[in-house]
């Protein structure tokens, strides 16, 4: 499985923009990138997910490399209910060996 | 709906003592899968479940096992409990397919004196 590296923390200002960077240089053809968020010690919420084009949705924008090797995640108006830790993943759905393999994330601070 | 519905939300072991930990989703989802979280530290996958009747090792199965009688449930079992246990235990599932989202329940918090 392909490993993803992560800034182990961000700060970002409240209406600010927030861009998450995921670095995944020995992505596979096959592989997508996932990002998941954990608020307090909840369970993880799924955010958004891409294989080589751009995503939006109503929570965030996912930017991945034309060479697929790192991708950002962008929350375009952080508010204080966004303070988590957000895992990039990659994942690959080979038969019978589907699995998501969490990192250690970054933890994203928003202040006022 | 509820979702992924973890049974207990909390628990206190002695060492040596037997549990097991209940995942019920009412999806229909084809995978499930158990994780364990310790302080600080993200989550790691224990074992999964491609589908009813079967089971595979994650990353840190040791000292734990798993059973998948039924499509919406997955228990995860410690038959001898230790102090390494101790941590936050999370279920998820999703439908077949990678272009799919897994959904977590709200863990466990299992403490082994």
């Known amino acids: 499985d392909a490993k993803t590296t992560q800034p182990p923390s961000m700060d970002c200002a409240e209406g600010r923009a927030a861009n998450l960077p995921c670095n995944h240089s020995?992505?596979?053809?096959?592989?997508?990138v996932y990002w998941y968020r954990q608020i307090h010690s909840q369970g993880p919420q799924y955010i958004i997910h891409?294989?080589?084009n751009n995503e939006t949705n109503e929570m965030a924008s996912l930017i991945i490399t034309e060479d697929r090797k790192s991708s950002t995640l962008i929350l375009p108006h952080a508010t204080l209910r966004d303070t988590a830790v957000y895992y990039c993943?990659?994942?690959?759905?080979?038969?019978?060996?589907?699995?998501?393999?969490f990192g250690t994330g970054t933890r994203l601070q928003v202040f006022p | 709906n509820a979702g992924v519905t973890q049974t207990p939300k909390f628990r206190v072991l002695k060492t040596g003592q037997s549990m097991t930990l209940l995942c019920a989703q009412d999806?229909?989802?084809?995978?499930m899968y158990w994780y364990r979280q310790d302080p600080g530290m993200g989550l790691r996958l224990i074992h999964y479940?491609?589908?009813?009747?079967?089971?595979a090792k994650g990353e840190v199965p040791d000292g734990y096992n798993v059973s998948r009688l039924k499509k919406q449930n997955f228990l995860l079992g410690l038959e001898s409990a230790a102090p390494s246990q101790t941590s936050v235990y999370f279920c998820?599932?999703?439908?077949?397919?990678?272009?799919?989202?897994?959904?977590f329940g709200q863990g466990t918090r299992l403490t082994v004196v």
């Open positions: 891409g294989l080589k």
């Open positions: 479940s491609v589908g009813e009747g079967t089971t």
């Open positions: 020995t992505i596979s053809g096959n592989e997508y």
């Open positions: 999806m229909n989802h084809e995978y």
């Open positions: 998820a599932s999703n439908r077949q397919g990678i272009d799919t989202e897994a959904f």
């Open positions: 993943i990659v994942r690959v759905a080979l038969y019978n060996t589907d699995k998501l393999i």
